[in-house]
């Protein structure tokens, strides 16, 4: 499925706007007194977060910052659980099966809800198994290449690309991930020829990057910063609307290729079926500590750009989000490695 350059840019630009609000409701499991009073008792025990990626990357480090600050407020220890694999599925489905008591809950990420869209037959279903909690943050990407890659902007990146269709290699994080989509979005909307190449992570795309074997990347700012700031990579520009205070120098994508705007996300789910007061008392209490300033002021050096609201304001963010990247995946054609 092909769709004009023009045509793909008013869908995706259309899909901004939020779809109706979708209330997220809990079904009735207990008398509104006794649930009421289990809200007031949670948590009595351990919390465990299951995040779809291993230690290290930005998803596990905003997981344990945010872990952190809901521990000291509620008196219990929020225990991270890294189960990285299959894009996020493995996570996922562990969540999905777990008791909606509350004490199980998903970091939500991008290739969360993607994942659908990549992987045939999975035995769940993302949006309607999993209730929004609270968004945190989005990640924001950064543009880069190589230091003896010609071009120094966007536009030359574009005007090189043109004149060598075909010749650009750019790696990726994994086929399906935010960084391969980006790619391909870029792709359709400067209407360039580029070679993707998948690695299986972060580190090793970035060594191949530093090493001289790709051209450029697409990656989150936190992933890419350090590089950037000490010169082993000229960042090209960052994938939001404005420029960001962590890469002051940088100009948007958009500023070259209007419309084009990537972000990837965090914030928390759990099981569906979880009372709807323990969703409720989660989202005011991931709110609050996300409000304090020392977390944001670290959120903010890793690059990260604070976005908090309700449960149904997350629950919004996510289908606009499938409906943006769900026609990524079907022009391009991706599937999962």
């Keep these: 499925m092909t769709l004009p350059r023009r045509g793909f840019l008013h869908l995706a630009a259309g899909a901004t706007a939020f779809p109706a609000v979708v209330p997220v409701v ?10 009421a009073a289990q809200a007031d008792t949670y948590p009595s025990h351990p919390v465990h977060l299951i995040v779809g990626f291993g230690p290290g990357g930005s998803p596990e480090i905003i997981a344990r910052l945010v872990g952190q600050s809901l521990s000291e407020r509620l008196g219990q220890q929020f225990v991270i659980e890294n189960r990285p694999g299959a894009g996020t599925t493995i996570a996922t489905e562990a969540v999905v099966r777990s008791n909606p008591d509350g004490y ?15 992987y045939e037959r999975l035995p769940f279903d993302f949006i309607a198994d999993i209730t929004p909690i609270a968004s945190i943050n989005l990640l924001p990407q950064v543009m880069v290449v190589n230091q003896s890659f010609p071009a120094k902007s966007v536009a030359e990146f574009i005007a090189h690309a043109k004149a060598n269709p075909g010749k650009i290699n750019m790696a990726s994080t994994g086929s399906g991930n935010l960084s391969h989509l980006s790619i391909e979005l ?21 060594t191949a990057l530093l090493g001289g074997r790709v051209d450029g990347m697409f990656d989150t700012v936190p992933a890419l ?11 090209l520009a960052v994938t939001t609307k404005k420029r960001l205070a ?19 996300l965090i914030g928390i789910g759990a099981p569906k079926g979880t009372p709807a007061e323990i969703i409720g008392k989660l989202n005011r209490e991931i709110n609050a500590a996300v409000a304090d300033p ?16 309700s449960p149904q304001d997350f629950a919004k963010f996510l289908a ?3 409906d943006k990247w769900g026609r990524v995946i079907r022009t391009a054609n991706i599937k999962a490695d």
């Design 104 to 118: 199980t809950l998903l970091l939500v990420t991008l290739p969360n809800v993607t994942s659908s869209m990549l």
């Design 225 to 235: 910063i350090a590089p950037v700031r000490a010169g082993r990579l000229r960042g």
């Design 320 to 322: 606009q989000e499938s």
């Design 294 to 309: 020392k977390l944001q002021a670290r959120l903010a050096d890793l690059g990260a750009v604070i976005f908090t609201g």
């Design 26 to 35: 809990a079904p009735i499991m207990a008398p509104v007194a006794a649930r």
């Design 246 to 264: 962590a890469l002051p120098d940088l100009p948007t994508v958009g500023d070259f290729v209007p419309g084009f705007e990537v972000n990837g």
């Design 186 to 206: 870029f792709k359709i909307s400067a209407d360039v020829d580029i070679v993707h190449v998948p690695y299986r992570g972060a580190g090793p795309a970035q």
